[in-house]
């Protein structure tokens, strides 16, 4: 922008600059602030920063189980994009993508639907560092399936989103190398026709080099994350619920070692 462009702007009203910049991205908008006073005004007022948290954050951030304190709309959309929060009894995590503030979602293993054939898993207190007071951990187990839903409308419209599952693996496993991963919609996809095109993904790291599939990633936070598979969620469609699922019906192929955290939905 030119100097005499850059002037020509700045007499505008703030209403009218406001307006501008809440057409730009988060990343943008923050910027503009420190190109002058009257930039910096219209840039942290709350009809820019409105524009950019979710339609529905209010509902979101009542559901919360601790108090969300911030003085401006800016305010929580930092803190709403860099300290995810716990919603519906600590059993949900929800943040917004700090680029471009698309609804993000963790459901716990609480959230999840985990069958097996023969025993154990165990719901029980993590002594790790996992935002969620339980993790899942699949002690022996025969059969693995794994599944998880949101509905659609609790995700940002326009959106390509992929599923992960995030986990650790322990010193002693078994039975881990690899799974069916697939992600589909409920009402438009039955569960044979989302098996017939799963992909597989690999869970543990030692697994045989002739194997091949996703491999899983390390986090920021110290757990692991391996795709499950992504879809786009449409504007003005109703797809209703997507689920994520693992699935492992390798008959007399037990599994144990497996300690899940949840299932994370994210743009990509």
């Given at each position: 922008m030119t100097t005499k462009s850059l002037t020509t702007f700045?007499?505008?009203?703030?209403?009218?600059?406001?307006?501008?910049?809440?057409l730009t991205i988060p990343a943008d908008a923050a910027r503009s602030s420190a190109i002058s006073k009257g930039f910096k005004s219209a840039a942290e007022s709350d009809v820019v920063?409105?524009?950019?948290l979710p339609s529905d954050h209010q509902d979101i951030v009542s559901t919360s189980v601790s108090v969300v304190v911030t003085d401006c709309k800016k305010d929580l959309y930092f803190r709403l994009s860099h300290s995810p929060i716990l919603l519906r009894e600590g059993r949900l995590s929800f943040w917004l993508d700090k680029t471009s503030g698309k609804k993000c979602y963790l459901l716990s293993a609480r959230r999840l639907v985990i069958s097996f054939f023969r025993h154990t898993i165990i719901l029980g207190p993590s002594d790790t560092d996992s935002r969620f007071p339980e993790v899942a951990f699949l002690n022996t187990v025969d059969l693995?399936?794994?599944?998880?839903?949101?509905g659609t409308r609790a995700l940002s419209l326009g959106t390509k989103y992929a599923a992960y599952l995030v986990f650790k693996i322990s010193e002693r496993y078994h039975g881990?190398?690899?799974?069916?991963?697939?992600?589909?919609?409920?009402?438009?996809?039955?569960?044979?026709?989302?098996?017939?095109?799963?992909?597989?993904?690999?869970?543990?790291?030692?697994?045989?080099?002739?194997?091949k599939g996703k491999l899983p990633e390390k986090r920021t936070d110290g757990w692991l994350e391996v795709e499950i598979g992504n879809f786009y969620n449409g504007e003005g469609d109703d797809n209703g619920d997507v689920e994520a699922r693992l699935l492992d019906s390798r008959p007399f192929h037990a599994k144990c070692g497996l300690i899940i955290v949840g299932l994370e939905f994210r743009p990509i």
């Open positions: 700045t007499i505008l009203p703030e209403g009218c600059i406001s307006e501008i910049i809440s920063w409105d524009k950019f693995l399936d794994i599944r998880g839903k949101i881990l190398e690899s799974t069916n991963a697939m992600v589909r919609f409920v009402n438009k996809e039955s569960e044979d026709e989302a098996e017939k095109r799963a992909m597989t993904v690999i869970l543990a790291a030692r697994a045989p080099r002739h194997l």
